[in-house]
């Protein structure tokens, strides 16, 4: 498998601390390789692609588009998956990449929403 030169990925932390630094590189196919050699799969790929993205919401037509995938259900099957765990955020809000107003998913170093409620509603009851 021929691979293209390595892609430095950088971003903050999830403590604020300092940058956190993965080297990826891609093969001639567009498939994303981790360091260890092993061929990420979608919902990996996804998920990373959100990870260095904090806070910066995605429309699964263009999850697909910038991760090459053959269609967009595939980046909608993940994001159906993952939305609500591990800080992923599924709702209706503008994309970052083509400006429509649509579904989106995003990460966030945030606690959700939601469990902030449900936390609050918690705290209040006697």
Do not use: W, Y
């Not at 990870?51 to 259900?73: M, N, W």
């Not at 909608?76 to 939305?83: D, N, R």
């Not at 765990?85 to 998913?105: A, K, M, Y």
């Amino acid at each position: 498998m021929s691979v293209k030169p390595p892609q430095i990925v950088s971003r903050q932390n999830q403590a604020g601390g300092p940058l956190v630094f993965t080297i990826f590189v891609e093969s001639c196919q567009g498939q994303r390789v981790h360091p260890n050699g092993l061929v990420m799969t979608i919902p990996e790929r996804i998920k990373s692609f959100l990870r260095e993205r904090i806070d910066v919401p995605h429309c699964d037509d263009c999850i697909a588009k910038k991760l090459r995938l053959r269609s967009r259900q595939q980046s909608q099957h993940v994001s159906v998956e993952i939305a609500g765990s591990e800080n992923f955020l599924r709702r209706r809000g503008r994309c970052s990449e083509c400006g429509n107003e649509r579904l989106v998913i995003r990460f966030s170093v945030q606690r959700p929403f939601a469990e902030l409620g449900s936390i609050a509603r918690r705290q209040t009851q006697c």
